[in-house]
Nanobody
Framework: QVQLVESGGGLVQAGGSLRLSCAASGLTCSRYTMGWFRQAPGKERVFVAAISWSGGNTFYEDSVKGRFTISRDDAKNTVNLHMNSLKPEDTAVYYC?????????????????WGQGTQVTVSS
């Protein structure tokens, strides 16, 4: 049974940093494209970042480029999202997801497995 469990969310002031982690069981992260999505209150869930199964390619939504970094720890079978220079508009529930496919990493429908999400709140 596949499980993705996010952690690391919380309340932070604008300009601060957080590191989200996604612990996987039942699958090996290095064999999947792993992604992070977020859903702000009253809005649809949207793509944030992804890392290819090889680890050699990373992808970011424009508004987080230069502030967020996605990485993978193969020894721990986790995927992390390092978030710096946080803004109030980054407030959302952040979800980890996994897919066997490589293309269309920005589409929710491409992903096979999802975590339950972790809340990130950025105060101004």
């Amino acid at each position: 049974q596949v499980q993705l469990v996010e952690s690391g969310g919380g309340l932070v002031q604008a300009g601060g940093s957080l590191r989200l982690s996604c612990a996987a069981s039942g699958l090996t992260c290095s064999r999947y494209t792993m992604g992070w999505f977020r859903q702000a209150p009253g809005k649809e869930r949207v793509f944030v970042a992804a890392i290819s199964w090889s680890g050699g390619n990373t992808f970011y939504e424009d508004s987080v480029k230069g502030r967020f970094t996605i990485s993978r720890d193969d020894a721990k079978n986790t995927v992390n999202l390092h978030m710096n220079s946080l803004k109030p508009e980054d407030t959302a529930v952040y979800y980890c997801a996994a897919t066997k496919s490589y293309g269309r990493y920005w589409l929710q429908g491409s992903y096979d497995y999802w975590g339950q999400g972790t809340q990130v709140t950025v105060s101004s």
